[in-house]
């Protein structure tokens, strides 16, 4: 067994150093992160400079780059065997709903999925690391689980939140779908010492759609969430629609 393990959260971040003491045992571990803070870069590649790895004190590996560059050159060419999971985490922070369109961590997860390798993102709902030890036994738990029990569907790819509680891995797991958000709040605008305005992003938005069954549901009700995602974002229902709509005549 071969682990890849990396995040978006950075190479020092405890998160990532939890998720790997919770992996060990299982087999060769491989870790790869970015040398700064990534979070919220989604899946973008870097593509206009070349990138440097290096190495820690503690065998960690990183990158200058992004949690997708992280894995892409992980897979395609740092190391000399192709892993079997890759896991990214343990976030600072919730992933759920819209937010897994931007987040880093699932990205890294998704660049695994994306070369056919089973793949799970784990990310604690508050920031802070508070019980990050009962999180990482979670991930061992989830991790344990597909091992014993491999899914029928292969390659795939799972987004794990864990509620910072004590008694984390007690918890019930339940599998659910993500959750949506309301818009996000209005940008920040400051001025730097020259009197040029700034922009920051503005906070998420809260949640809209938090039912029984989503993500935003299990977690805010003392669960862990496994959301199994997929890549293709085609509208299947409207393709018909879409269709006839191609088909219509044009007026002169």
């Known amino acids: 067994m071969r682990l890849l393990i990396a995040n978006d959260d950075g190479y020092l971040a405890p998160g990532l150093a939890a998720l790997v003491r919770a992996c060990e045992g299982l087999g060769q571990i491989d870790v790869i992160a970015p040398e700064q803070n990534a979070?919220?870069?989604?899946n973008s590649l870097t593509l206009n400079r070349p990138l440097s790895a290096y190495t820690a004190a503690n065998g960690f590996h990183y990158l200058n780059g992004t949690p997708s560059d992280c894995v892409h050159v992980a897979l395609t060419g740092l190391f000399d065997r192709r892993p079997d999971l890759v896991l990214s985490g343990i976030n600072q922070g919730a992933n759920m709903g819209d937010d897994t369109l931007y987040s880093g961590t699932v990205a890294a997860a998704m660049e695994g999925f994306l070369f056919g390798i089973p793949s799970i993102a784990f990310s604690q709902v508050d920031k802070g690391w508070e019980h990050l030890d009962a999180a990482a036994k979670v991930a061992r738990q989830?991790?344990?689980q597909v091992l014993a029990h491999p899914p029928s569907r292969r390659p795939f790819l799972l987004n794990v939140?864990?509620?910072?509680?004590?008694?984390?891995?007690?918890?019930?797991?339940?599998?659910?779908?993500l959750?949506?958000?309301?818009?996000?709040?209005?940008?920040?605008?400051?001025?730097?010492?020259?009197?040029?305005?700034?922009?920051?992003?503005?906070p998420a938005g809260d949640a809209r759609v938090a039912g029984e069954g989503t993500d935003f549901h299990a977690t805010a009700n003392g669960r862990v969430s496994i959301t199994?995602?997929?890549?293709?974002?085609?509208?299947?229902?409207?393709?018909?629609?879409?269709?006839?709509?191609?088909?219509?005549?044009?007026?002169p």
């Open 228 to 251: 199994p995602l997929q890549i293709d974002l085609t509208d299947h229902v409207a393709v018909p629609d879409w269709q006839s709509w191609l088909a219509a005549p044009t007026t």
């Open 142 to 144: 989830v991790i344990e």
């Open 161 to 177: 939140n864990i509620p910072n509680r004590a008694d984390a891995a007690d918890l019930p797991m339940h599998i659910t779908r």
């Open 179 to 202: 959750g949506r958000r309301h818009a996000s709040e209005p940008v920040i605008r400051q001025q730097n010492p020259r009197g040029e305005t700034m922009y920051w992003i503005g």
């Open 39 to 42: 979070s919220g870069t989604s």
